[in-house]
């Protein structure tokens, strides 16, 4: 049976398929609220031959939207994007937002970045007063020197360490990188740290994404779904 999260990250990502248009170019995030999008997508693909294209973030995603039978193409062949469908990890009432739970932030920062329109699909659990309330800040860096790189973001005041596979392996990103999971406590300005993170030597990316969401899309385990838009900074 579907847990109660699991019917609000769906109730938020249906919605949100259901306001696709024919003939939008589509981010396609990734994770399992994403894929309630993919799957609602592929229905209406079926049923009333909806005309999309996707770009995936990840490699889980694109064999997930091949399976559905979803057209996929790539950001250089597109170049813009109509709308950028992503879930989060934390999403804050500035709608600022920690993602890379599922390893895939750097191409999901340039998915996102590449849109007009970026909508972010939550279940109310990600809600958060504030980021790093409840989850780590995954960054992605590159294997070599990592250790390095983790001291640099621990001078920061970000204690960190290498996100390993269940054979304690170092989990690899689709781009054969490493993440170093950091504990975010308070901060003022998150777009300085955001900054300050990714100009450390082998850092690639971080999970901040700041002032990118313009809308989040929140559903409740009744099938209930408000919108919240981006308030002006
Ligand atoms: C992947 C992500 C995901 O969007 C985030 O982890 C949320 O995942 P889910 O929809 O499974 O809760 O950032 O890198």
Known sequence: MIDQRSLGKRAAARAVADSVKTGQRLGLGTGSTVTFFLERLAERVAEEGLRIVGVPTSEPTSIRARELGLPLGSLDAIESLDLAVDGADEVDPQL????????????????????????????????????????????????????????????????????????????????????????????????????????????LECGLFVGMADEAWIGGADGSVRVIHRPTR
């Open 96 to 203: 600022d937002l920690i993602k890379g739970g599922g390893a895939a932030l750097t191409r999901e920062k340039i998915v996102a970045a590449a849109a007009a329109r970026f909508v972010v699909i939550v279940d109310e659990t990600k809600l958060v007063a504030r980021l790093g309330a409840s989850f780590r800040l995954p960054i992605e860096v590159l294997p070599f020197g990592w250790r390095q790189s983790s001291a640099r973001i621990a001078a920061l005041g970000l204690r960190n360490e290498l996100r390993r596979e269940a054979d304690s392996q170092p989990l690899r990103t689709d781009n054969g990188n490493y993440v170093l999971d950091a504990v975010l406590g308070p901060c003022e300005d998150l777009r300085a740290l955001e900054l300050e993170l990714d100009a450390i030597p082998g850092v």
